[in-house]
């Protein structure tokens, strides 16, 4: 009997946002980001028969994402060289400020700072998953997506006092679960 | 004795009043008056002190990860197409 086993029916309401999340930090594209986790989804389904059971859904999935993320990459690479030569215009007897012109890119100085914001929005998400479906649905409402109030009781059909109570909750469980994984 | 009591009330509120007032601040949905009561309560509870710090590390580190998830429309839009193939495979 294998330790885990497979049920795609709750697929999107347990991983799609951890897997959004995990894939935008990557890719720095919404709708590249989405169409890579649809991709992930469809693949999960046509190999679920290689599915042995040893690692969790989720770890499954991300390993299926991880090479979707690594194949997107590869097909604009070709593009992605082309660029690299068009940008390295700068000849030695050249000119100019060139220091400035060389100097590291943003990105690069704050490539550590990026691994820990990726860290910490695991963290998250792992802390957000031990919420319960009303708590989890109100929290991303409210804090990561940054709908009012009034939207957010419209659509779930809740008064505004239920969803501070909600949200008050939420935030505690968030808080405690935070300090033990992260702060 | 009633005046100082209406005084009292309208200057003071309980633990949980602040514990809601705080979680309105972090979403900027708390008015200066209430913020004025949550400040005045914060100078000698310890509750809500360590509630206050707590909630403001907390709306930091979400600030800080950058988090993203998918909108409601987005959600349903996957939700559709997943479900058209999983009815394709069975």
Known sequence: ?183 | MEDDSMKKNFLFISCEEAFHICDKSQYGEATLWEKIKLNLRFIWCRFTQAYVKKNRKLTKAIKISKVECLQQTEREQLIERFNQQLQNKM
């Open chain 1, 1 to 183: 009997m294998p330790d885990h086993q497979l049920n795609p029916n709750k697929w999107i309401d347990l991983y799609s946002d951890y897997l959004f999340n995990y894939t935008i930090t990557r890719v720095n594209d919404r709708e590249i980001a989405k169409d890579l986790i649809q991709e992930t989804f469809f693949a999960g389904l046509k190999s679920m028969k290689n599915f042995k059971g040893e690692a969790s859904e989720r770890t499954w999935l991300i390993s299926i994402l991880k090479r979707k993320i690594i194949d997107y990459y590869r097909k604009i690479n070709s593009n992605k060289g082309k660029a690299e030569v068009r940008m390295s215009y700068i000849s030695d007897d050249q000119e100019g400020d060139w220091l400035e012109e060389r100097v590291e890119d943003e990105g690069y100085l704050n490539a550590e700072e990026s691994m820990e914001n990726t860290e910490l929005g695991d963290a998250i998400y792992n802390c957000m998953s031990k919420l319960s479906d009303k708590q989890a649905t109100v929290f991303k409402m409210k804090t990561i997506l940054g709908y009012e109030t009034e939207t957010i009781c419209n659509e779930l059909d809740i008064t505004a006092s239920n969803l501070w109570v909600i949200l008050h909750r939420a935030r505690i469980q968030m808080a405690e679960c935070l300090e033990k994984k992260w702060f």
